[in-house]
């Protein structure tokens, strides 16, 4: 089987959990709280988060692998999860110090983390779950 | 960060649940048995549908969104869910009098019902569970 | 290992479809909706129903096997699901006739109809999800 | 079918997501961090929780509900989650003020919070994820 | 409505259980270890596969079906599972006799064996999940 | 609140994968086949199990814990699925060298492995699932 030319996305889900608020400094009270409601409580909320990295290309003829899912799992936990498990997005990290921590935000900030440890020659694409109900997926 | 370059999905789901049968009345009974089995019952059968909503484009750098789930939840329920939930698909709604109420067809109806209430800018697209093993996107 | 004196306890999930209006005949139209609300639908809705049957005995210590699953799945499908699946509970079946096939009373009625069929001396319960919100089991 | 001698237990799940941290404020900050680890974050992290809450009892034979989900649905978010749901649960809450806000203790509370609400006829059990492989179930 | 110009994607889910192995013949032991870790274990390992098939094209006007998903599920087994379920992927198959039995791999294998069963007219991608975390796709 | 007088159950979820076959040495072919269908195929199939253990006890009042969860997954890997992941439970476990893996058998090992690991103050059960749809308890 000629795998060169088949391609192949492998998909990896981890999982982080942190606290974040909604809010806009630019904006007063009213506005912020008229936008995004209870997700704007100033004592912050947080979320189970699941993330799906998926990562595009040809499988290698050695291993029957487009990347081995060993090596993702570490490179999300050491360049994007270990800096916000545990965390509160607003208040310990640096990516969200000025950016509203939205899942599409989130999902592009681990994304620009994540694609520099990525063989430029593979796809990435992100898919982050906020809650069962609520998910989103970049680049789109 | 430029968000305005960045084109984000948002999926949203919801659930819903509706009896239906499915039934071709240009079909004389045996051609509707052999076709459709245990969905022609005329007496109908249900299910508990999952509905994804998926919205297309570029987060607003006010709000980090490309949509407000609140919002976008209330306009499924407003224009869609509101007429199947808890409804005889076949006999209560105007949509399936004469369409055969596939998920095929659900899809796409609920498609044509979202299509106008969603901005323009925004791509819009359709996942529908029948059940947890069969499962319709459109557009595809 | 003298599993004869280990009690263990096996579950074999499944899944049927069926329509269903929950519907007290005593009473009068207007406290048929206040009661049951959207459920009393004339035209019935319907639900994708999530079986677990439970029976819990000692293990054969020639199979290791309290009961086969195959033999289970196949007792709960010609007793009982048979009966059900792709069906009206209210239209279809004897048992909904004058039952209101509340989640509670199907599983009440599976029971019964599967207890003649186990072996005396094991113990069987049931689950029932008609959502995955909404759930019951029997005997509690 | 004589319902009244047949016990059934209904079951509810909700959700709800919060921020929380686990502390003791009697003991040293080395030993909060040597016992609780990431937990103890001071800026906390959050969850998304899932609430199940089982009640058991006899269903009444004019209604065949053991208790209407939509009533108990109401009364879990009238009397317990609308305090706690996009909370801060250490600083927003009373009940976690001088509390430990671990699982167990969450669903204790929420137990204490429900009980008062139910029929003195009908059992109540609580259980609740505070991820998908960490859960707790009171009273046990 | 006109379905024709509407293009539609189903998609059914399938599971089957296989042992297997990773393992490159052309490579020391020491080598086979250090890039396949536990899953070279030379008596094997294995795993619950979930498959989800999908089909795209135009639902037929008279069924609302792109595909009648009870025919799909029969060309599955047919043609691709039987060879596979409760089998040793590496002793049992010829297909993985000389192919290291990878997700990526054995996606691309099913994709094979089902493309000659479905109409050329409908375009066919398959994901397979080796656990919740680990899943592929193809063609990506 | 006194928690010392409320007892809870805590549940840990982990995840492990093995090759198996279900087999009696005492029987002929003929019987093996008859009696384990599918699971008695010489070469083996796999799972992917999923494990629950639930510890029930009285919240330690310093920390609010029944057991810390990161100490009881460690000896759940430590003493058990340390043994069993990424093997084959037939040829490489010593607890299945005379003992038929169901998943019966399974919970039972995985119990008497854990049991002198827990406070004997604790009571323990095991929740296996051998696939989404069967899985096993014990003790019952």
Redesign the interface.
């Known amino acids: ?1 000629n ?1 060169e030319r ?10 982080f ?4 608020r ?1 809010h ?1 400094p ?1 904006w007063d009270d009213a506005t912020n709280t008229a ?5 704007n ?1 100033p ?6 988060y699941e993330l799906i990295v998926q990562v ?2 040809y ?1 290698d003829p ?5 990347m ?3 090596v993702l799992s570490d490179l999300i936990w050491e360049h994007a999860l270990n800096l916000f ?4 997005l607003n ?2 990290t640096t990516a969200f110090k000025h ?7 989130i ?3 681990i994304y620009d983390l994540l694609r520099p440890q990525i063989d430029a020659a593979l ?1 990435l694409k992100i898919r982050l779950y906020e ?10």
């Open positions: 089987m795998l088949k391609k192949v996305a492998v998909f990896r889900k981890e999982h959990n942190a606290a974040h909604l806009n630019n936008v995004f409601g209870k997700c409580n004592n912050y909320h947080g979320h189970n595009t290309g499988p050695q291993t029957g692998y487009v081995d899912m060993k498990d545990h965390k509160n208040e310990d950016l509203n921590p939205t899942a599409e935000n999902a592009v900030v796809d809650t069962e109900r609520n998910f989103v997926e970049y680049p789109a």
